[in-house]
T-cell receptor, first 115, second 115 residues
Framework: AQSVTQLDSQVPVFEEAPVELRCNYS??????LFWYVQYPNQGLQLLLK??????LVKGINGFEAEFNKSQTSFHLRKPSVHISDTAEYFC?????????????FGTGTRLQVTL | DAEITQSPRHKITETGRQVTLACHQT?????MFWYRQDLGHGLRLIHY???????NKGEVSDGYSVSRSNTEDLPLTLESAASSQTSVYFC??????????????FGEGSWLTVV
Protein backbone atom coordinates (compact mmCIF):
# COMPACT_ATOMS: atom_id res chain seq x y z
CA ALA A 1 0.00 0.00 0.00
CA GLN A 2 1.14 3.50 -0.76
CA SER A 3 1.59 6.11 1.96
CA VAL A 4 3.02 9.57 2.40
CA THR A 5 4.88 11.08 5.36
CA GLN A 6 5.36 14.78 5.94
CA LEU A 7 7.79 15.03 8.82
CA ASP A 8 7.34 18.72 9.57
CA SER A 9 3.96 19.86 10.83
CA GLN A 10 5.05 23.51 10.85
CA VAL A 11 7.82 25.41 9.09
CA PRO A 12 8.42 29.04 10.08
CA VAL A 13 10.51 31.11 7.67
CA PHE A 14 11.31 34.76 7.03
CA GLU A 15 10.20 36.45 3.84
CA GLU A 16 12.67 36.14 0.93
CA ALA A 17 14.38 33.16 2.57
CA PRO A 18 14.48 29.75 0.85
CA VAL A 19 12.27 26.94 2.09
CA GLU A 20 12.08 23.17 1.75
CA LEU A 21 9.05 21.14 2.76
CA ARG A 22 9.82 17.47 3.13
CA CYS A 23 7.80 14.55 1.82
CA ASN A 24 8.68 10.86 1.86
CA TYR A 25 6.62 8.10 0.35
CA SER A 26 6.39 4.37 0.50
CA UNK A 27 5.15 2.26 -2.37
CA UNK A 28 5.70 -1.16 -3.85
CA UNK A 29 4.68 -0.03 -7.33
CA UNK A 30 5.12 2.96 -9.61
CA UNK A 31 4.31 6.22 -7.88
CA UNK A 32 2.72 9.42 -9.02
CA LEU A 33 3.30 12.28 -6.62
CA PHE A 34 1.58 15.60 -6.07
CA TRP A 35 1.86 18.75 -3.98
CA TYR A 36 -1.25 20.73 -3.12
CA VAL A 37 -1.62 24.06 -1.35
CA GLN A 38 -4.51 25.13 0.83
CA TYR A 39 -4.96 28.81 1.66
CA PRO A 40 -7.04 29.69 4.74
CA ASN A 41 -10.71 28.72 4.43
CA GLN A 42 -10.27 27.42 0.90
CA GLY A 43 -10.10 24.12 -0.92
CA LEU A 44 -6.93 22.52 -2.23
CA GLN A 45 -5.12 23.73 -5.32
CA LEU A 46 -2.59 21.74 -7.33
CA LEU A 47 0.96 23.12 -7.12
CA LEU A 48 2.78 20.51 -9.18
CA LYS A 49 2.94 16.82 -9.96
CA UNK A 50 5.40 14.13 -10.92
CA UNK A 51 4.12 11.49 -13.32
CA UNK A 52 7.24 10.43 -15.21
CA UNK A 53 10.25 11.86 -17.02
CA UNK A 54 12.39 14.62 -15.54
CA UNK A 55 12.80 14.28 -11.80
CA LEU A 56 12.76 18.05 -11.31
CA VAL A 57 9.23 19.34 -11.57
CA LYS A 58 8.30 23.00 -11.71
CA GLY A 59 4.95 24.23 -10.54
CA ILE A 60 2.98 27.40 -10.01
CA ASN A 61 4.03 30.35 -7.83
CA GLY A 62 7.76 29.59 -8.21
CA PHE A 63 7.67 26.23 -6.44
CA GLU A 64 9.55 23.16 -7.61
CA ALA A 65 10.02 19.62 -6.36
CA GLU A 66 12.51 16.86 -7.01
CA PHE A 67 11.58 13.21 -7.23
CA ASN A 68 14.29 11.05 -5.68
CA LYS A 69 13.60 7.37 -6.11
CA SER A 70 16.57 6.13 -4.10
CA GLN A 71 15.57 8.23 -1.09
CA THR A 72 11.82 7.82 -1.73
CA SER A 73 11.37 11.56 -1.40
CA PHE A 74 9.55 14.36 -3.17
CA HIS A 75 10.59 17.53 -1.36
CA LEU A 76 9.06 20.88 -2.26
CA ARG A 77 11.31 23.94 -2.55
CA LYS A 78 11.12 27.63 -3.24
CA PRO A 79 14.23 29.83 -3.42
CA SER A 80 12.55 32.94 -1.99
CA VAL A 81 9.21 32.91 -0.21
CA HIS A 82 6.63 35.67 0.11
CA ILE A 83 4.12 36.46 2.80
CA SER A 84 1.42 35.26 0.41
CA ASP A 85 2.93 31.73 0.49
CA THR A 86 1.65 31.28 4.03
CA ALA A 87 -0.62 28.24 3.73
CA GLU A 88 -0.95 24.52 4.41
CA TYR A 89 0.91 22.27 1.97
CA PHE A 90 -0.02 18.67 1.34
CA CYS A 91 1.99 15.95 -0.36
CA UNK A 92 -0.06 13.18 -1.95
CA UNK A 93 0.42 9.93 -3.84
CA UNK A 94 -1.90 8.53 -6.47
CA UNK A 95 -3.19 5.04 -5.82
CA UNK A 96 -4.39 3.15 -8.86
CA UNK A 97 -7.33 0.82 -8.36
CA UNK A 98 -8.59 -0.94 -11.43
CA UNK A 99 -9.25 1.62 -14.12
CA UNK A 100 -9.28 4.67 -11.85
CA UNK A 101 -7.13 6.36 -9.26
CA UNK A 102 -7.44 8.28 -6.00
CA UNK A 103 -5.17 10.37 -3.82
CA UNK A 104 -3.69 9.49 -0.45
CA PHE A 105 -2.52 12.57 1.44
CA GLY A 106 0.13 13.29 4.01
CA THR A 107 -0.77 15.10 7.21
CA GLY A 108 0.26 18.49 5.88
CA THR A 109 2.90 21.13 6.63
CA ARG A 110 1.94 24.59 7.76
CA LEU A 111 4.27 27.17 6.14
CA GLN A 112 4.31 30.41 8.12
CA VAL A 113 6.13 33.27 6.41
CA THR A 114 6.93 36.35 8.48
CA LEU A 115 8.65 39.67 7.86
CA ASP B 1 -17.41 28.30 -15.85
CA ALA B 2 -17.59 24.68 -14.80
CA GLU B 3 -17.13 24.21 -11.10
CA ILE B 4 -17.63 22.04 -8.04
CA THR B 5 -19.87 23.37 -5.29
CA GLN B 6 -20.62 22.16 -1.80
CA SER B 7 -23.57 22.97 0.42
CA PRO B 8 -24.07 23.91 3.12
CA ARG B 9 -20.73 25.61 3.71
CA HIS B 10 -21.31 25.70 7.45
CA LYS B 11 -23.64 23.61 9.58
CA ILE B 12 -24.19 22.92 13.26
CA THR B 13 -26.19 19.83 14.15
CA GLU B 14 -27.01 17.75 17.18
CA THR B 15 -25.71 14.31 18.05
CA GLY B 16 -27.86 11.58 16.55
CA ARG B 17 -29.36 13.62 13.72
CA GLN B 18 -29.01 12.63 10.09
CA VAL B 19 -27.05 15.14 8.02
CA THR B 20 -26.51 15.33 4.27
CA LEU B 21 -23.77 17.35 2.63
CA ALA B 22 -24.31 18.08 -1.04
CA CYS B 23 -21.66 18.08 -3.77
CA HIS B 24 -22.38 19.14 -7.33
CA GLN B 25 -19.93 19.38 -10.24
CA THR B 26 -20.59 20.69 -13.71
CA UNK B 27 -17.56 19.19 -15.45
CA UNK B 28 -19.23 15.86 -16.20
CA UNK B 29 -16.40 14.09 -14.36
CA UNK B 30 -16.79 10.36 -13.77
CA UNK B 31 -14.75 10.27 -10.55
CA MET B 32 -15.94 11.93 -7.36
CA PHE B 33 -14.55 11.80 -3.83
CA TRP B 34 -15.34 12.85 -0.28
CA TYR B 35 -12.53 13.64 2.16
CA ARG B 36 -12.52 14.88 5.72
CA GLN B 37 -9.79 17.14 7.06
CA ASP B 38 -8.72 17.04 10.69
CA LEU B 39 -5.75 18.58 12.45
CA GLY B 40 -2.88 16.12 12.55
CA HIS B 41 -4.50 13.76 10.06
CA GLY B 42 -4.50 15.73 6.82
CA LEU B 43 -7.17 14.64 4.39
CA ARG B 44 -8.63 11.17 4.70
CA LEU B 45 -10.82 9.51 2.12
CA ILE B 46 -14.37 8.71 3.21
CA HIS B 47 -16.09 7.41 0.06
CA TYR B 48 -15.53 7.63 -3.67
CA UNK B 49 -17.34 6.88 -6.89
CA UNK B 50 -16.04 6.09 -10.37
CA UNK B 51 -19.38 6.52 -12.11
CA UNK B 52 -23.16 6.41 -11.82
CA UNK B 53 -24.36 3.69 -9.43
CA UNK B 54 -20.75 3.03 -8.33
CA UNK B 55 -19.70 3.73 -4.74
CA ASN B 56 -16.69 2.57 -2.73
CA LYS B 57 -15.56 2.85 0.86
CA GLY B 58 -12.48 4.82 1.76
CA GLU B 59 -10.30 4.55 4.85
CA VAL B 60 -12.76 6.29 7.23
CA SER B 61 -16.18 5.26 5.92
CA ASP B 62 -17.86 4.12 9.16
CA GLY B 63 -20.94 6.25 9.89
CA TYR B 64 -21.07 7.70 6.37
CA SER B 65 -22.84 6.75 3.15
CA VAL B 66 -23.00 8.08 -0.40
CA SER B 67 -25.14 7.51 -3.46
CA ARG B 68 -24.47 8.30 -7.13
CA SER B 69 -27.68 8.54 -9.10
CA ASN B 70 -26.27 10.89 -11.75
CA THR B 71 -22.88 12.13 -12.94
CA GLU B 72 -23.08 15.57 -11.34
CA ASP B 73 -23.89 14.79 -7.70
CA LEU B 74 -22.39 12.79 -4.84
CA PRO B 75 -24.22 13.57 -1.58
CA LEU B 76 -22.58 12.48 1.67
CA THR B 77 -24.90 11.35 4.47
CA LEU B 78 -24.04 11.02 8.13
CA GLU B 79 -26.57 8.47 9.32
CA SER B 80 -26.44 9.46 13.01
CA ALA B 81 -24.08 12.36 13.63
CA ALA B 82 -21.46 11.96 16.34
CA SER B 83 -19.11 14.52 17.88
CA SER B 84 -16.19 12.65 16.31
CA GLN B 85 -17.58 13.66 12.92
CA THR B 86 -17.02 17.35 13.60
CA SER B 87 -14.68 18.19 10.75
CA VAL B 88 -14.20 19.99 7.49
CA TYR B 89 -15.46 17.97 4.55
CA PHE B 90 -14.13 18.34 1.01
CA CYS B 91 -15.69 17.03 -2.15
CA UNK B 92 -13.49 16.51 -5.20
CA UNK B 93 -13.79 15.29 -8.77
CA UNK B 94 -11.54 14.22 -11.63
CA UNK B 95 -12.17 13.17 -15.23
CA UNK B 96 -9.94 10.10 -15.16
CA UNK B 97 -6.67 8.54 -14.11
CA UNK B 98 -4.50 11.02 -12.21
CA UNK B 99 -1.27 9.62 -13.60
CA UNK B 100 -2.51 10.12 -17.12
CA UNK B 101 -2.32 13.84 -16.61
CA UNK B 102 -5.79 14.43 -15.22
CA UNK B 103 -6.24 16.76 -12.28
CA UNK B 104 -8.43 16.36 -9.23
CA UNK B 105 -10.45 19.48 -8.38
CA PHE B 106 -11.63 20.31 -4.88
CA GLY B 107 -14.65 22.14 -3.59
CA GLU B 108 -14.28 24.87 -0.98
CA GLY B 109 -15.29 22.68 1.93
CA SER B 110 -18.17 22.22 4.34
CA TRP B 111 -17.59 22.95 8.02
CA LEU B 112 -19.67 20.60 10.15
CA THR B 113 -19.99 20.89 13.92
CA VAL B 114 -21.80 18.17 15.88
CA VAL B 115 -22.86 19.27 19.37
Amino acid sequence: AQSVTQLDSQVPVFEEAPVELRCNYSSSVSVYLFWYVQYPNQGLQLLLKYLSGSTLVKGINGFEAEFNKSQTSFHLRKPSVHISDTAEYFCAVSVVTGTASKLTFGTGTRLQVTL
Amino acid sequence: DAEITQSPRHKITETGRQVTLACHQTWNHNNMFWYRQDLGHGLRLIHYSYGVQDTNKGEVSDGYSVSRSNTEDLPLTLESAASSQTSVYFCASSPGLLHSGNTIYFGEGSWLTVV
